[in-house]
């Protein structure tokens, strides 16, 4: 209680302030990702240059991309513009892969069904493979939103707030109560997020 009444007001905050960092970074990804991940079923031969790039984000480690955004101008910066472009871009890896994987394994005897009852392809797609492959396409969401929320904690390093600096300011001074303080918010804002998604998840799965 002690820590609470000291720290309650500042986690909430800072919550609220991740919270906000994952939830814009997911909605750029999920406008950009998306529509990669269908271009990419249609010219296959962008699959592996976009597919490749997205895999190349994921292997380059935050502190390190961090470092590289922060001189770029427009995008880079102290603050949460960085961390905003940084968790976009570890997002889309999931969500294109999962979009071309989700559409690409729609049956091929449905596509021709909807074509025979003389549906263009712009139709094809919206009423056909992605409500078919939404399932899939949520799947790389709630993948890239767990993945964001863990993310997050490192973007207070360049000052864009969050639950890291609980983190940051622990290790510093190496008080596991105020590590704590960081860790467990987002721990539950991650399951909590990985729960709702579930749940919107398997209820698009039951009415396939």
Do not use: C
Not at 17 to 37: D, K, R, T
Request: no cysteine.
């Amino acid at each position: 209680m002690e820590f609470w009444t000291r720290y309650g007001e500042e986690i909430l905050q800072r919550s609220g302030e991740h919270l906000f960092l994952v939830a814009v970074a997911m909605a750029i990804a999920i406008l950009i990702g998306i529509p990669l991940g269908i271009l990419i079923t249609r010219y296959s031969r962008l699959a592996k240059p976009i597919l490749g790039f997205a895999n190349v984000m994921q292997t380059i480690p935050s502190l390190a991309l961090f470092g590289i955004l922060l001189p770029i101008p427009i995008i880079g910066g102290i603050g949460e513009k960085t961390a905003i472009v940084a968790l976009v871009l570890y997002s889309l890896l999931p969500i294109i892969r999962n979009t071309f994987v989700g559409i690409n394994s729609v049956d091929p005897a449905v596509r021709e069904a909807g074509r025979a009852m003389g549906m263009s392809d712009r139709q094809l797609l919206l009423q056909v493979e992605i409500p078919l492959a939404m399932s899939v396409i949520l799947s790389g969401i709630r993948l890239a939103t767990v993945i964001g929320i863990g993310l997050a904690t490192i973007a207070s390093a360049i000052g864009a707030g969050g639950l890291g600096e609980f983190i940051f300011r622990g290790v510093a001074i190496v008080d596991n109560q105020l590590i704590i303080a960081g860790a467990i918010p987002a721990a539950i804002m991650a399951l909590g997020a990985d729960w709702i998604l579930g749940w919107i998840e398997r209820r698009l799965t039951v009415k396939k």
